[in-house]
């Protein structure tokens, strides 16, 4: 089968790989519909995440047609439509039985990076590295998922493929942001980033009853979606005045709740942005938390932070003076889809949420290297590169 393989720092190839087997009981075959790029991805990309191996299938939201069930199977059947988290969960460990599912006990069976890196590791995902376990990724005809039973969810009639594929990742990853950020009725809510995760954050805190939403970000197209779909506020960073406009929009204090969707390769105009650039390149620091610290900078006292944005590694000038004088609550996390997506499809199929819009470019798989350059380079508006193997 055709698969979309990373071959080398920003080199990825159309390849043809054999096609998965069911190995385990609750495993399925997946015959991938849609699979769409991530942010994420892009750290993978620039070789940001270590534990990347030549010939790994990329892909890690997505959603199909069950074609293969192992014996052990209960819930899930062939023929099924489902959508699948991106995140693996075993459904029975204490993470998983605590709905904190992205941090499975059982589903990584490379723990060792995480444990040196991060003191304990993460739980599996597709197509993420060596990292979350080496699974081969959905940019594939066909992909192997383990613990179908607990990770994939049947899709409602009437919600599109399109519309669909997001309730992998993106619209759980912006839930949680504003869930465990603590969004409550009536609260100001400020988001970094206007990508699909920076978007979905936005229209979940709308919501969960914040009163206002403003979403940060420079890309014109992405800041009218935003405007035009979402119904959020927006806010063009390079003009250089987050801070003093935040404060103007909040009446002075500042956001209650500052939800981070940017990730390791932030950019600004910003000075810690020059600083950042150059002990990366130096390997003195692995991440550039920019949006990150003007985060931290622009809540208001006593508010919270949520960091959806993806870091690996370590960070310097962190404001740990602001989060400890301001008694902010700093939280993050890589996505707990599995208690969300049940209901997120349900709020897809009601109108709620809007997702097709993220699907800027949809193409064959075989034109994913030329999805991903225009991805990355944000060309033509592109929001989402999605491919249809
Ligand atoms: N926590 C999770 O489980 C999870 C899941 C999915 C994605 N992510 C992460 O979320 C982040 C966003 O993902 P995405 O798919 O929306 O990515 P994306 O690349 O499409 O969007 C990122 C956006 O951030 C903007 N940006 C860059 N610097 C900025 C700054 N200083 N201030 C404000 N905006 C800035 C960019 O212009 C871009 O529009 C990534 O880091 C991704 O890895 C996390
Ligand atoms: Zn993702
Ligand atoms: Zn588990």
């Known amino acids: 089968m055709k698969a979309l393989c990373w071959t080398g720092i920003n080199k990825l190839t159309v390849e043809n790989v054999d096609e998965p087997t069911i190995l385990n009981p609750s495993d399925a075959i997946v015959k991938v519909t849609l699979s769409a790029s991530c942010g994420s991805d892009l750290h993978l990309l620039g070789g940001y995440v270590p534990g990347m191996r030549a010939g790994d ?20 059947q062939v023929g099924d439509r ?104 009536g609260d100001v809510v ?52 987050v801070m003093a406009e935040l404060r103007e929009r909040t009446g002075g204090r500042g ?41 931290i900078m622009a809540a208001r006292k006593g508010g919270s932070v949520f960091v959806l944005g993806v870091f690996g590694g370590f960070v310097d000038k962190f404001p ?10 700093l939280r993050s996390g890589q996505q707990h889809g599995h208690r969300y997506i049940p209901m997120l499809l349900e709020r897809i199929a009601a109108g709620e949420i809007e997702t097709g819009h993220l699907a800027t470019h949809v193409m064959p798989l075989a034109e994913a290297p030329r999805g991903y350059e225009m991805f990355k380079t944000k060309e033509d508006g592109c929001v989402r590169a999605v491919f249809r193997p």
């Open 57 to 76: 299938i990329l892909g890690h939201e997505f959603m199909g047609e069950i074609v293969a069930v192992g014996s052990g199977v209960q819930q899930r």
């Open 190 to 241: 400020a988001v970094w980033g206007a990508g699909g995760v920076g978007q979905m954050a936005a229209r979940a805190a709308m919501l969960l009853g914040a009163e206002k939403v403003i979403v940060i970000d420079r890309l014109p197209e992405r800041l009218e979606q935003v405007r035009t779909v979402i119904g959020a506020e927006t806010l063009d960073y390079s003009d250089g005045h």
């Open 320 to 329: 740990l003076g602001a989060v400890m004088n301001k008694g902010l609550t």
């Open 82 to 185: 489902v959508v699948v988290c991106s995140f693996l969960s075993c459904g029975s460990c204490w993470y998983c039985l605590n709905d904190l599912t992205s941090l499975c006990d059982n589903t990584n069976p490379h723990p060792g990076l995480g444990e040196g890196l991060f003191g304990a590791s993460t739980g599996g995902c597709f197509g993420y590295s060596q990292i979350t376990g080496g699974f081969a990724g959905s940019h594939a005809e066909y992909i192997r998922v383990p613990h179908i039973d607990t990770g994939a969810f049947l899709i409602p009639d009437g919600v599109t493929d399109e519309q669909a594929v997001f309730a992998s990742d993106a619209v759980p990853t912006g839930w949680m942001g504003a869930d465990l950020g603590g969004v409550k009725p």
């Open 255 to 295: 956001p209650d709740v500052a939800i981070e969707a940017v990730g390791m390769e932030a950019h600004s105009e910003r000075p810690d942005y020059l600083y950042d650039k150059v002990k990366t390149a130096l390997k003195l620091e692995t991440d550039r938390p920019t949006a990150v610290r003007e985060a």
